[in-house]
């Protein structure tokens, strides 16, 4: 149990374009979602969290309006990137709580991550 | 000083003894620390969770907390070489949103 599937694994586009990814609890319902950004040899960055039916939840210093979140069901949620730039090229990894599930306690399982690319 | 205080490493031990992987936090009122794993390239694996004082074992990993000195450390016992990877100590942040706040990672390297 507790499988989070991402996609897609892998993007290239050409700057200036939009970017859509999706985070999907496949055997499980996650009211609560977060995506996170890792560059080569450095941690995980929080960007946003993401809940069911409400807005997301930024951290400080990520632009809410380049980094679109939506949450649209127990199951998904979504980030877009838009008008991608080089500097935006990184690994996008999402993750999702497991609540109410016998043997979980607020843990967090993430995607596979989505490689974005931006020429 | 960092919420979350992992020594980068790499940690190098050879295969079959027990590597030790440390982590200390500063907000003393945390009360859910998790250890993940992560290869190169990969995203992060949950390893181990806990709550409590003490040891808490699964396998060959054994995680242990100490919340007054705010202390969590994992162990491996006889190390693989595909142990090999990032390992990353995360702690849930006290308040709404459970987020966690991860350390910066400890590279281990098993060799043969």
């Known amino acids: 149990g507790a499988v989070v599937s991402q996609h897609p694994s892998r993007v290239i586009c050409k700057s200036g374009t939009s970017v859509k990814i999706e985070c999907r609890s496949l055997d499980f319902q996650a009211t609560t979602m977060f995506w996170y950004r890792q560059f080569p040899k450095q941690s995980l960055m929080l960007m946003a969290t993401?809940?069911?039916?409400?807005?997301?939840?930024?951290e400080q210093g990520v632009e809410k309006d380049k980094f679109l979140i939506n949450h649209a069901s127990l199951t998904l949620s979504t980030l877009t990137v838009t008008s991608a730039h080089p500097e935006d090229s990184s690994f996008y990894i999402c993750?999702?709580?497991?609540?109410?599930?016998?043997?979980?306690?607020?843990?967090?399982?993430f995607g596979p991550g989505t490689r974005l690319t931006v020429l | 000083q960092k919420e979350v205080e992992q020594n980068s490493g790499p940690l190098s031990v050879p295969e079959g003894a027990i590597a030790s992987l440390n982590c200390t936090y500063s907000?003393?009122?945390?009360?859910?620390f998790f250890w993940y794993r992560q290869y190169s390239g990969k995203s992060p694996e949950l390893i181990m969770s806990?709550?409590?004082?003490g040891d808490k074992e699964d396998g060959r990993f054994t995680a242990q907390l100490n919340k007054a000195s705010q202390y969590v450390s994992l162990l491996i016992r006889d190390s693989q070489p595909s142990d090999s990877a990032t390992y990353l100590c995360a702690v849930k942040k006290p308040g709404g949103y459970n987020k966690l706040i991860f350390g910066a990672g400890t590279r281990l390297a098993v060799h043969p």
């Open positions: 907000d003393r009122v945390s009360q859910s």
């Open positions: 993401s809940n069911e039916g409400s807005k997301a939840t930024y």
């Open positions: 993750s999702a709580r497991v609540v109410g599930t016998s043997g979980f306690y607020n843990e967090q399982f």
């Open positions: 806990i709550y409590s004082n």
